[in-house]
Structure formats: C-alpha cells, structure tokens
C-alpha cells in the first residue's frame, strides 16, 4: 500500500461514508432514533477496519507509430496514431480517432505549436491566397 496523501482516506472522510451509508439505510429502513447513533458507530467501526489494499495498475504508454522528431517534415506530418503520412493531421483525427488538435497534442505530449499542416504545404497554401487576394482590405 502507497502512503501518499492522496491514497489515504482521513477520518473525516470515513465519517462521511458512514454517514452516507446509514442515510441509504435509513431511507429503505425504518428504525427508532435511539438505534441511530447505534448503527453509525458500527458502520464507522466497520469502514475503519478495512484495509484498503491500492492495486497498482500498470498501464502501458501508448506508443507512437514514429518518434516524435521524425513525426514532422518539410512535405509531410507522420500521425502518431497510426503512422500515416499527410499534409493536413486536423481531419484525419477527428474523422479515424475523434481527436481535436488538443487531444492529440495532449495525449503525445506535444507542444502547443505542434503542427497539424506539414510546413511546405501551409506555405503553398499560404502563397496562394496571397496571389489571389485574401487578406488583403480593401481600402
């Protein structure tokens, strides 16, 4: 058993389980009032003689399909999920994972700048609507 302070159950907190307990009994049970204290004191009693033995769960990290350094290049991004190469990752993950960028950058503990368009292609895409226009006010 860990002793971490989050593992462990203070007295307070068996106080409100035995509490919480004895109200459910009480609602589907009817008993005299001086049998209450009673009945408090035993599942208290009870709760504190338990030993809550934590099971520690190994789970396994997901692996990536490729490191994360050759996840990105200049033509294409590698998707960490399933090791496909695309220039644009936002579609793929919603459609194949239902992920958001945050998801997935979360959940490979990605930066927040972390691209979801491989770079040449964000600046072709970039070029183009410069040539045609976009962005521009008109004024």
Not at 1 to 17: C, E, G, I, P, Q
Not at 109 to 122: E, H, I, K, S, T
């Amino acid at each position: 058993m860990t002793d971490t302070a989050s593992d462990k159950v203070t007295r307070d907190d068996l106080l409100r389980m035995a509490v919480d307990v004895v109200a459910a009994y009480l609602s589907n049970n009817q008993v005299s009032t001086t049998q209450i204290p009673e009945i408090i004191n035993s599942v208290f009693n009870s709760l504190t003689s338990l030993e809550v033995e934590t099971v520690e769960v190994m789970t396994e990290l997901p692996k990536p399909a490729t490191t994360i350094r050759k996840s990105v290049t200049p033509e294409y991004l590698v998707c960490l999920e399933d090791g496909k190469k695309l220039k644009m990752l936002k579609r793929h993950l919603r459609t194949n994972y239902s992920m958001t960028p945050e998801d997935y950058r979360a959940k490979w503990n990605l930066p927040p700048d972390y691209p979801m368009v491989a770079p040449n292609y964000a600046r072709q895409r970039s070029e183009f609507a410069k040539k045609i226009g976009l962005g521009k006010k008109d004024g």
